[in-house]
Every structure is written in structure tokens, then in C-alpha cells.
């Protein structure tokens, strides 16, 4: 990488740059959308949590132990599998409803790190947290947002497309035979975000990962060899969390008699 | 042929009786008194307590699937996956002659389902789950969409399954059809389940 030149923001450049909320807080208050409280609350969380994930980093960037990287890690899955939850519809009943989610983000979270960090960027020492964590971040958010729109497209179309998948089931069909239709839309959904965002990178969108290496001050050029490489390791991160999540969640779906068991997820969250 | 021991319907008490082959068993009751539950707790549709037999061989010795390639359930509603009712059909053999036995075309066939009549649909429906010979049938109303002609057609059909040795446990409120059909039926009212002659 190219070290050249960087600007250093000040929190006056930060409270600037916060007034621009007041744009949708007006658009609000004008069309009386009711999000006044839900914006105020969203810009101080997103405010203070990237605030103190910059101090944390910071800290843990100086230690040489691997278990604060690993520590920090694990934090992240956790949280991400509480948000993958926190976006269903009908959640599954008892722990599945958190561990579905959370299994799968580690499963993926992990192979990621180590074959992104670990084989293809290998640094020294291979848990690096300046490398570890924010490849982790990046694979964990894009997978999350796999995840929970195949799951919600999963538990969904279950329900709505009840008596065909039972028709299929009283027919002598297994549970995946059954369930194929509705594996392939919640797959296709899940994968569909990435598909996107991989054709519409670098002409419509720069990325928001290879914006910040070139504002500080990484060669173009390398900042977009990075890019080519966090987008492969989250489109493939992505499809591997869908396809495990889906799997997972028809299974749970079912039972050992192959039998629909909706009875399995909560009543729908409002 | 097929034998339930205190089978644990749910808002039933326990069922228990006994189908021969080549018999018809009628289930009368009120809407809602369990007529469908009792259906699909036969199937093995719904986890419910309680043994059920065919030809002695208890349905847990069998996958759930197995169990429904065997005993059939065949709903009020039908459900559908594909564009025809041809991509229904786990087999070709004998499919034209059944459909012209139950009064409609073949080219049918290949039509899409969302152009197909509600009785066109139940009748597609009620040849789906005969076609691979079953050897218990469970239909839940297969005649509540059919006109008189229609439901006479259907009704042949069932009864030639009938004669070939397989059980049928029909869900109907038509006493004209248990009558036809049926040697015995068995009643549900207020939970209770009391087996008699039709």
C-alpha cells in the first residue's frame, strides 16, 4: 500500500456534518411520518457506537494477544445474530430463533477471516486485528442482511404457500422435496443484494471500503485490489450463510416425519 | 387393513377402529368438530399420540413418507406447485384413462391450473392421489365442488378403487354419497367418535 497524504477530521467537521439530519427531520415533522424520535435515536446510536468501536479498535490494535482480536470477534457475531433474529417476521420458537443466525454468521465469519486474512492476504502475525476485525465487520454485515432476508423469505412463503408444500408432503414427498420451491425463491432473495451490488460497483456505487482507503490516501488502485477481494469473500460469504441458514431453518421447519411444522415459529412480530 | 389404537386426536377423545380393504368408512360430524384433523393425524400430516396400523406394520416402522406413499390424504382444498396439473402427476401410466374417467379431457392435462374450474381442480386433485395406488385412501369432501353428473363420475372411480382392495375413509356431508359408498361411518359429535353401520 501507498501511504500518501491524509486529512485528519476534527469533531467540529463531525457536528457539521450531523446537521444535515435535520433535512430528514424536517421532511418528517413536514409530512407528518412520526420518525422524528426513531431518526434522533438512530443518529446518536450510530454516533456513539462507531465512536466507541473507534476507541475500542484503537486499543486492541496495540495488544499483541490474539484473544482480545478473538474476544472482539466473537462480540461481533453475537450482536449480528441478535440483529438476524430481530428482523424476522415469525421467529422460530426457543434458542433456534437466536442460534440459527448466530451458528451460521460464525460458521461464515469464520472460514471468511481465515481464508481471506489467513490464506490471501496473509499478514504476520494472521490474526492481525487491523485485518481480522474489519474483514470480519464487513463479512458479518453482508451475510447478516443474506440471512435474514432468505430466512424471512423461508418462514414467509412457508406459511403462504402451506397448502402446496403439504399437498407435496401427502403425496409422499420428503421435506426438502416439499420445501424446494420455496428453498429456491428464499436462496435466490438471499443472494440477490450482492448479485446486485457486484454489478453496480464502480459505476454506480464506489464501495464504502475502498472510498475510505483512497480518502486516506491509499494508491486507487490498491484500494481497489482490496475491494475486488472483500466483495468475492462477501459474495461468497453470503451464498454459504444463505444456503447453510436456509437448510437449517427448512429443517427446523420439519420434522423427523417430515411433516410442516409452523407450529415451530412464534406469531408474527408487528 | 388399516387399525388406529387410542389414536390422540387433537379436541378428540382417543380414537380407535379398524378399516378393511376394500371398504369404504364414511366420517360424519358438524363443521369443525375434527372430521379433517382425524384425516391428517391418518396421514401422519400432524404429531399426534397414539398407534396406527397398516397391514399390521405400525406407521413409525415406516419414513413419513413411506407412511403417505401407502396411506393417502387427498384434501378439501388442494394445493398445487406447478404451471399444470400434468407436473402433479408422479406417473404417466393410466393417467389419460383416469382423467376421462372422472369427466375430463386430457388436453386438460396440459392447461394451466389457473384456467381450471374449482371442480376441474378437485377432480385433477382426486385423480393425483389415486394414480400411484395407494392402499388407503383419506378424502376430505371429494365431491363438495362437483355437480350431480361430476360427483357420480368420481364416485365410479372411488368405488373401483374399492373393488381393486383398497380402503377409503371418506369425509362427505351428503348422506345420499355415504349411503352409496359407504358400509360403515363413523360419527364425531362433541369430541365423542362412535363407529356404526351407514
Given amino acids: ?235 461468497g460469504g453470503t451464498a454459504l450463510g444463505a444456503f447453510v441458514a436456509v437448510l437449517g431453518g427448512a429443517r427446523l421447519l420439519t420434522d423427523e416425519r417430515h411433516r410442516l411444522r409452523l407450529d415451530r415459529l412464534e406469531k408474527p412480530v408487528q | 387393513m388399516l387399525r388406529t389404537d387410542s389414536l390422540e386426536v387433537y379436541g378428540l377423545q382417543p380414537v380407535s377402529f379398524e378399516v378393511a380393504g376394500g371398504e369404504c368408512l364414511a366420517v360424519q360430524g358438524p363443521s369443525g368438530s375434527g372430521k379433517t384433523v382425524l384425516l391428517r393425524a391418518l396421514a401422519d400430516l400432524d404429531p399426534v399420540a397414539g398407534r396406527i396400523f397398516l397391514d399390521g406394520t405400525e406407521r413409525n416402522a415406516l419414513s413419513g413418507p413411506e407412511w403417505r406413499k401407502r396411506v393417502r390424504y387427498a384434501a378439501a382444498e388442494p394445493g398445487w406447485w406447478g404451471e399444470t396439473p400434468r407436473e402433479h402427476f408422479a406417473q404417466g401410466e393410466g393417467l389419460d384413462e383416469l382423467v376421462t374417467a372422472l369427466g375430463l379431457r386430457v388436453a386438460q392435462l396440459d392447461q394451466s391450473i389457473a384456467l381450471l374450474s374449482t371442480g376441474e381442480r378437485q377432480r385433477m386433485a382426486l385423480a393425483r392421489a389415486i394414480i400411484d395406488g395407494p392402499c388407503v385412501l383419506l378424502l376430505d369432501e371429494p365431491t363438495g365442488a362437483l355437480d350431480a353428473k361430476a360427483t357420480a363420475q368420481a364416485e365410479r372411480v372411488i368405488k373401483r378403487q374399492l373393488k381393486k382392495g383398497h380402503a377409503v375413509i371418506l369425509v362427505s356431508h351428503d348422506p345420499g354419497q355415504v349411503k352409496r359408498l359407504a358400509g360403515r361411518k363413523l360419527t364425531i359429535r362433541g369430541g365423542r367418535v362412535r363407529v356404526s353401520r351407514a
Avoid: C
Fill in chain 1, 1 to 235: 500500500m501507498t501511504q500518501t497524504s491524509y486529512i485528519a477530521l476534527t469533531y467540529w467537521d463531525l457536528a457539521m456534518a450531523a446537521s444535515l439530519i435535520l433535512i430528514n427531520g424536517l421532511l418528517s415533522f413536514a409530512f407528518r411520518l412520526g420518525l422524528e424520535r426513531t431518526l434522533f435515536v438512530a443518529a446518536i446510536r450510530m454516533t456513539v457506537q462507531l465512536m466507541a468501536i473507534g476507541f475500542v479498535l484503537k486499543f486492541i490494535f496495540i495488544q499483541t494477544s490474539p484473544l482480545w482480536t478473538l474476544g472482539l470477534g466473537l462480540l461481533m457475531v453475537l450482536f449480528a445474530g441478535r440483529e438476524a433474529m430481530a428482523r424476522q417476521t415469525r421467529r422460530y420458537k426457543g434458542w433456534w430463533a437466536y442460534g440459527l443466525g448466530t451458528g451460521t454468521l460464525l460458521f461464515v465469519g469464520l472460514l471468511g477471516v481465515l481464508f481471506g486474512v489467513g490464506v490471501l492476504i496473509g499478514p504476520d502475525p494472521w490474526h492481525t486485528p487491523r485485518l481480522v476485525l474489519p474483514i470480519l465487520g464487513m463479512i458479518l454485515g453482508n451475510t447478516l442482511n443474506g440471512i435474514s432476508l432468505s430466512l424471512e423469505t423461508l418462514t414467509m412463503a412457508a406459511q403462504r404457500e402451506r397448502t402446496s408444500i403439504e399437498a407435496r408432503i401427502a403425496l409422499g414427498a420428503t421435506r426438502f422435496e416439499a420445501l424446494s420451491v420455496v428453498i429456491r425463491q428464499s436462496l435466490k432473495t438471499g443472494m440477490m443484494p450482492i448479485v446486485n451490488a457486484m454489478a453496480a460497483t464502480g459505476i454506480v456505487s464506489l464501495p464504502g471500503m475502498m472510498t475510505g482507503q483512497i480518502l486516506a490516501g491509499v494508491d486507487p488502485v490498491e484500494a481497489t485490489k482490496y475491494q475486488v477481494l472483500i466483495t468475492f469473500l462477501i459474495a
